[in-house]
Each structure stands twice: as structure tokens, then as C-alpha cells.
């Protein structure tokens, strides 16, 4: 149990400063995030809105008070990182690796949440038996 506290927690912050770093960058350097953005084929409008996800997304998976935000913030940090590698693929330069590397530490993160926080599905109720069409 303590290993797994340390890989979770490992990733977590990892993600967490990954993710913050890069809204930090796109909200006082806006001018090489415009480039940056334009370079990939993204459009610049997008820049603002996604610095504010990603400074939340660690919030909200370090918070724990909503298991649906969470589970929103662990799905938008793998999209995000998973279209990071697409767009560098696509354009030739070289830079997957942080995107790999995000795509690995945000699995391992979500996979420990679960295994140490417990699973985000509640189980049904047992109050209500289910009847089949053929048990009437």
C-alpha cells in the first residue's frame, strides 16, 4: 500500500506540474504560445481556455470533491497530451516525448486514484430486484 501511495502521488505531481507549467507559460508568454500554436496547426483562440483547464485539472483531481470533475480532468489531461503527440508527429519536429510521458504519468495517476480511493462507479442498488420479460 505505501508503494502504491508514492507511485500515485509521484505521478500526480508530476502530471499536476507538467499540466500548470504549461498554462503558466500559454498566460505570461502568450506571444511563443501564439507561434507555438500556429506552428501546430491550432487555432489561437484556444490558448486562454485551455491555460484555465489545465490550471484546474490539478485542482480538481487533487481535491477529490467531485469524482465526476475528476474523472473530466484525468479524460482532458489524456486528450490534451494524446493531440500534443498527434500535432508534433504531424508536423515533423520531434517533440513527443513530453507528450508520451503525460500520456504514461496520467494513466498511472488515474489507475492508483482508483486503486487507492476506490472505483468511481456506484454499485446498484440491491433493494430493487431485476424481473426478466419471462419471469412474469
Not at 87 to 112: K, N, P, Q
Request: aromatic share 18%; proline share 2%.
Amino acid at each position: 500500500m505505501k508503494r502504491d501511495k508514492i507511485i500515485y502521488w509521484t505521478a500526480t505531481a508530476i502530471i499536476s506540474f507538467l499540466f500548470a507549467s504549461g498554462a503558466l507559460m500559454y498566460l505570461f508568454n502568450y506571444d511563443y504560445a501564439h507561434q507555438f500554436f500556429i506552428s501546430l496547426g491550432f487555432p489561437t483562440w484556444i490558448i486562454y481556455p485551455l491555460a484555465v483547464l489545465k490550471i484546474l485539472g490539478p485542482i480538481v483531481i487533487l481535491t477529490r470533491n467531485s469524482l465526476f470533475l475528476k474523472e473530466l480532468a484525468y479524460a482532458g489531461f489524456l486528450f490534451d497530451a494524446i493531440l500534443a503527440v498527434a500535432a508534433h508527429i504531424m508536423v515533423g519536429d520531434g517533440f513527443i516525448y513530453h507528450g508520451l510521458a503525460a500520456i504514461i504519468l496520467t494513466i498511472v495517476s488515474w489507475r492508483y486514484d482508483r486503486k487507492l480511493f476506490g472505483a468511481y462507479v456506484q454499485k446498484a442498488s440491491t433493494k430493487y430486484k431485476h424481473h426478466d420479460a419471462h419471469d412474469s
